[in-house]
Every structure is written in C-alpha cells, then in structure tokens.
C-alpha cells in the first residue's frame, strides 16, 4: 500500500481526495500545517508528497524528502516556483503536476473581481448592511467597449479572454508565445508598453519567472493610464506590492484586485482573525478603499477540486505501474 502525506491540506482537499480515491490502494495522511525543513520529517516512510503552492520544497526539504523514501512529489496546483527541479533530479525524485484544473474557475472569479471594483459592490454590500442607501462614490464605468490588456495567453488567460469578449471589451494581449486562439477572439496582440498605454484594465496570467519578477513595477505603473484597473490572479511575485501603494496614492491605479500577494505565504489559507497582521505592506494595500483582497480562492470551485485530485492520483498510479501520465515536470 502506498502511503501518501499531503501538507497544507484543508478539508476540501481531503473530501476531493476521498471522493476520487477510487482503487488506488493508497493511505492518506493530510497535514494542514505548511511543508518545511521541520515538518518534512511527517513525511518520513511515506512514498508520495503531495504539496500546494506555498509549500518549501526547496533544495533542503527535497533532500529531507529522499531520505525519508518519499519517490514522488505530486503538486496539486499549476506553479511550481517553489520547487527546486534540479535538486529533484539529483535526489531521483519526479515532480508532477496539475497543468490545467479549471481555468475556469479562476478566469469567473477574476471577472468577478473586475466588476466588483468596478461596480463597487463590496462597498455597497458594506453601505445597505448598516442601512445607508447613498450612492454617492459608487459610480462605476460601462467595461462595453473599453480596453482590456491580458498578460499571458494560456488556458486561464484564453478563457478570461471569452468571457471578456462577451462584455464587448477590446482585447489586446501579450505572451512571448502567441495562442492562434485568442487571434480567433478578436484578441490584438502588442508589445507591453502599448498595452499598458492603452488599457483600461490590466489582467495578469502568466507564470512566476525570474524574468517575470515584479514585472508590473514602479516603471510599468507610469506607463499606464490614470484610473487604470489591475488584477492579479496569477502569483503574487509578478506585481511590486509596494510600488503599487504608491501608484494608489497617485490615483494612477484606480482599483486593484488582488486573489494573490508576494508575502501570502504567512498569511493566506489560514485564519488570522484573531492575529495581529505584521506585514504592513498587507495592512496599508486592504485599508485602501479601491483594493479587493480574496485569499487566493480564484481556483476554488467542486469543479477545479475534483479536476485537481483526479489529475493528482492519476499521476501517482501512472508513476508506480511504470506509466506516464504528461503532467512530469521531472
């Protein structure tokens, strides 16, 4: 029986997990606690890690891993920057992951986001519980016929791309690699400066890259217009969380939504209702009124769950009857 430990579980993982078991002859150890130097020894003789986005599987906890007998390393999400892949390789661990769950799922909630700022909703949600009807500082702008700029093209991106089209918003798009699909949209695909010029709103959907670090910085805030949008629901490293504090108090960002942020890992996926929040970073951005925080729930939906563990152990019986399942990364 193979025996598998999952960290930064939550009960939804584990009912996914369950439901989608099937014949796999597997015991499952979940641990909501983050994978790290100290808690990798929980999984100690355990021939599967089944690790999430802000997981530490760096050159140290690999090797830890490998050690311990773990084989695989199965990533139940679609980044995996926090993997250090040619340590894997070293150690004789494969990786795998789940390159497309629901882009879906996270293509709605970025929407969803979008009009939220822009309608104000969750202002006015805030405004009728305390029975105060006003509508002065809720005007929002029609997204028929404004202009979209997309970073990245792929499953997610395309299909943010769909629904933003059936706003009747322009698009204009930019990925290094070019999807013939979103030409098929309508979509125009331009260089970054010009998508920041001419943007109205601004939605993130590539990787984490060391090329792509704080790619919408203080010099790419300048370039864009006044009022403009911002969303990310891609990863919080591509956006300079303090360079955008200050492009809010110049008004050059009008609204900015964030599923996603640079120092999430201490923060998101747990309750900290009762904490104290330290990174002041964090404090200043969600005491901004035109700021939307969402902890990092874009991908959460029964759909992407169900997709996520179903791809998940596929991989894992692919790996231990000899088999290939596509989603190797080493």
């Known amino acids: 029986m193979l025996n598998i ?6 009960s939804y993982d584990e009912k996914s997990f369950e439901l989608t078991k099937g014949e796999l002859n597997a015991e499952f150890h979940f641990h909501d606690f983050r994978l790290t130097t100290t808690t990798a020894k929980m999984a100690h003789d355990n021939e599967v890690v089944c690790a999430f986005v802000n997981d530490d599987l760096s050159r140290d906890v690999l090797e830890i891993l490998a050690k311990g007998g773990t084989k ?8 995996f920057d926090k993997v250090d892949l040619d340590a894997a390789k070293e150690f004789g661990l494969q990786v795998v992951r789940v390159p497309a769950y629901s882009p879906e799922s996270v293509a709605e909630h970025t929407v969803g986001m979008m009009m939220c700022l822009n309608r104000k909703l969750h202002k006015a949600y805030q405004r009728t519980r305390d029975a105060n009807f ?12 404004k202009t979209v700029g997309v970073i990245g093209s792929g499953k997610i991106g395309l299909a943010t791309m769909r629904i933003l089209k059936g706003l009747g918003m322009n698009i204009l798009c930019y990925d290094p690699y070019p999807n013939p699909l979103a030409k098929e949209l309508g979509a125009k695909y331009v ?24 790619l919408l910085d203080a010099t790419a805030f300048e370039k864009m217009k006044d009022g403009v949008m911002i969303v990310n629901t891609s990863r919080g490293e591509l956006l300079d969380s303090t360079a955008a504090i200050e ?3 110049q008004s050059k960002i009008g609204a900015l939504g964030l599923d996603v942020y640079d120092n999430e890992k201490e923060l998101f ?17 969600s005491a901004c009124h035109n700021v939307l925080f969402t902890g990092h729930q874009a991908f959460l939906t029964k759909d992407a769950l169900f997709n996520i563990a179903n791809t998940t152990l596929t991989s894992v019986d692919a790996f231990f009857t000899g088999n290939t399942s596509g989603n190797e990364l080493v």
């Open 5 to 10: 430990a999952f960290f930064s579980s939550k």
């Open 72 to 79: 695989l390393i199965a990533m139940r999400c679609a980044g």
């Open 134 to 145: 006003s509508l002065e500082g809720l005007v929002g702008f029609n997204f028929h016929g």
């Open 191 to 214: 260089e970054l400066d010009e998508l920041y010029k001419e943007s109205d709103v601004i939605s993130l959907h590539c990787p984490m890259s060391k090329e792509n670090y704080h």
């Open 247 to 249: 492009a809010l108090k």
């Open 269 to 285: 996926f747990q309750d900290k209702s009762n904490d104290v929040i330290v990174d002041d970073v964090f404090r200043r951005l």
